[in-house]
């Protein structure tokens, strides 16, 4: 068992050419700037014991303890993108505020993360959920209450950028219980490449015949298609994106006209 720093595990923002960013491999609690571990002992939610050092108490007993909502009374929302990031949560919620929010990792079934066809302001391409049958990825699911969630619908732009949208089946954590009546932030613009979409590289597990990338391999395909900065390496390339406002407004015209041919359902699944 272990309580580590959030800053371990920084978010997209402090090097987005690693997008989504850092994570454990194993779920926790963020909970005023540290991560504590959360260890499974079985298949039921009364089984998830966390580190509160120098002992080990049941995670609702944990969250009860800092004045939080137990499990059962937050909902589960995939975290597809940077906000299974420790970091990234620090950034969301703060690191001196009472906010205790699990994370869990593990599969689920039916689910693909690709990347979304946006630039954000740090110049990374997302990631977005998509519902796939027979797709199998490894993500986190974060349990927010109602403030928590109101939060991350701001910072996630709901209504504009991504829409929250129902996922059916259930989440399996990984050596412990399942988990249901899960959602998600999808964004209906995806990047394709030969007419398919691309997975973020971190999360496939079992997938269609559709190209996996990591960010840098992203990125460089983008600006390959652009014809801009040819035999660059992707750190210099990059560096120009973020310098050069009209060189991103290019990369966004690419991504647009040449790598967005697939459409997406509101309910997040490929439009044949």
């Known amino acids: ?18 997008y989504p960013g850092q994570r454990p491999d194993f779920s926790y609690v963020y909970y005023r700037g540290q991560v504590h571990e ?12 966390v580190d509160d050092q120098p002992g080990e108490i049941s995670l609702n007993a944990f969250l009860e303890a800092c004045g939080n909502a137990v499990l059962e009374n937050r909902h589960a929302v995939l975290a597809v993108g940077s ?4 970091g990234r949560l620090a950034e969301k919620y703060g690191t001196d505020s009472e906010v205790a929010v699990p994370v869990f990792v593990g599969k689920l079934a039916d689910t693909a993360v690709v990347y979304s066809r946006h630039l954000v302001r740090y110049g990374a ?7 796939q049958p027979g797709a199998v990825s490894w993500i986190s699911v974060t349990m927010l209450t109602d403030d928590e969630l109101r939060r991350m619908d701001q910072t996630e732009q709901v209504g504009q950028m991504y829409l929250r949208v129902p996922v059916p089946g259930e989440f399996h954590i990984d050596g412990g219980p399942r988990l249901a009546n899960l ?8 990047v394709t490449y030969q007419g398919k979409p691309v997975l973020l590289k971190m999360f496939s597990r079992k997938a269609p015949d559709w190209p996996v990338m990591d960010e840098r391999e992203i ?9 801009l900065l040819k035999g660059e390496p992707i750190e210099a390339r990059h560096r120009e994106l973020l310098d050069d406002p009209t060189l991103r407004m290019l990369l966004i015209e690419v991504l647009d006209n040449k790598m967005g041919d697939l459409a997406v359902s509101p309910q997040g699944r490929l439009v044949n």
Not at 1 to 18: N, Q, Y
Not at 219 to 227: I, K, N, T, W, Y
């Open 1 to 18: 068992m272990s309580v580590l720093p959030a800053d371990r595990f920084p978010g997209a923002e402090h090097d987005p050419l690693a």
């Open 38 to 49: 959360i260890t499974p002992h079985g298949d039921a939610t009364d089984d998830l014991r």
């Open 83 to 86: 906000n299974g990031c420790p």
């Open 125 to 131: 391409l997302p990631a977005t959920y998509l519902h």
């Open 183 to 190: 959602t998600a932030y999808l964004d209906r613009d995806i």
């Open 219 to 227: 990125l460089s395909l983008v600006f390959d298609e652009a014809d």
